[in-house]
Nanobody, 121 residues
Framework: QVQLVESGGRLVQPGGSLRLSCTASERAFGAYAMGWFRQAPGTARDIVAGISWSGRATYYADDAKGRFTISRDNAKNTVYLQMTLLKPEDSAVYYC??????????????WGQGTLVTVSA
């Protein structure tokens, strides 16, 4: 099982930007599709974005399209989520996980600690 550590979450004002990082513990990271998920209090954990092992294919939830960009650096075992035009409803704990390499939506491993993003004035 891959160990994943998310970071980069913090308090940001509406309209602001933030980049989240997720670093994996093993070199095989480069062979996996990866996804970012989020969970706000009282809600289910939902997919935000996914990326193929090569980075050539991506998936975005409707609310993320045009505002968020997922990318990866396999040499650093890291996947990123660049978020722009942030809204208060983007506030959540963000998690990364390996995902299936067809839909990019199904998580495959146990969840890590996540990183908290709060969008507020």
């Amino acid at each position: 099982q891959v160990q994943l550590v998310e970071s980069g979450g913090r308090l940001v004002q509406p309209g602001g930007s933030l980049r989240l990082s997720c670093t994996a513990s093993e070199r095989a990271f480069g062979a996996y599709a990866m996804g970012w998920f989020r969970q706000a209090p009282g809600t289910a954990r939902d997919i935000v974005a996914g990326i193929s092992w090569s980075g050539r294919a991506t998936y975005y939830a409707d609310d993320a399209k045009g505002r968020f960009t997922i990318s990866r650096d396999n040499a650093k075992n890291t996947v990123y989520l660049q978020m722009t035009l942030l809204k208060p409803e983007d506030s959540a704990v963000y998690y990364c996980n390996r995902v299936d390499d067809s839909s990019f939506k199904s998580p495959l491993d146990a969840w890590g600690q996540g990183t908290l993003v709060t969008v507020s004035a």
